[in-house]
């Protein structure tokens, strides 16, 4: 499966830019190529499974790897992959929560569930308390666990594959399935949402301690299982759509967040949204 989607995209990268990149210099129609190229790369990911768009994703803000037509069409992976249908997400919302603390304590009885994002564990609704407060649901997809855990081991026989063969042809130390198992780590502590909850509560007191400028949305905690995360819902605007102005008085901001973790909390988080 994975050969069957990887070995068309490198067959085509080699013929377009390595045999005739040279006879193109249409800047335009380069630029054109990169974006058919990265559309076939996302969806080749998107249908390898969630592990390959962890991956994806992980690439996508790798502006020193890949070019910036390819990581703007890589990063639709963060938010818009194909969503699973809203019955289905109802159902695991059901059985996380429970339909009597749904229509008795928190959701307003008119609101509607709107579906604004899909990624690659779960889905984001914008909904509405009781008390009228906006709040954004995250509902993980069914199964995730079964299909994060093929992904990875199939994943981890590549590395062994890889390391196998460096260690025969070249002095190289192995290092591929190590660092498989770090990605494979961190994608299952992705999969409990309870955790993901405690951690945002954590930065959240700690920024608020220090006066830092960020607001870290709060947590509900009723409506917040390991499939099941529900916080405060915040507008705004992705960084890769925002305009130069904004982005040049928000990196002293962003310089100062990542220093007073590093420095000063002590913790990292390394998926600030």
Known sequence: MIGYEFIPLLSNYIIDFKIFNHKNNDL?????????HAAKLRQALTNLGPAFIKF????????????A???????????AVEPIPDHIAMQTLMQEIGQETLDKCLL???????????ASLGQVYKTTLKSGQNVALKIQRPDM??????????LNQYGLLLDTIFEVLTNQIPFHVNFIDCFARASFEELDYEKEAKNQLFFRKEFEKRKCQVHIPLVFDQLTTRRV????????????DAGQDTIRRLIPVGVELFMTQLLDIGAFHADPQ
């Not at 666990?145 to 199939?154: M, R």
């Not at 995360?229 to 890769?240: F, M, N, P, Y």
């Open 229 to 240: 995360i529900c916080s405060e819902w915040i507008d705004g605007v992705k960084l890769a």
């Open 145 to 154: 666990i079964q299909k994060v855990s093929l992904d990875l081991f199939l």
């Open 56 to 67: 994806g994703q992980q690439i996508s803000i790798r502006p020193d790897l890949l070019p």
């Open 28 to 36: 335009d129609r380069q630029q054109e190529t990169y974006i058919s």
């Open 108 to 118: 307003h009885p008119s609101s509607k569930m709107e579906l604004v994002a899909a």
């Open 69 to 79: 037509p390819v990581l703007k069409e890589l990063q639709k992976l963060c938010d």
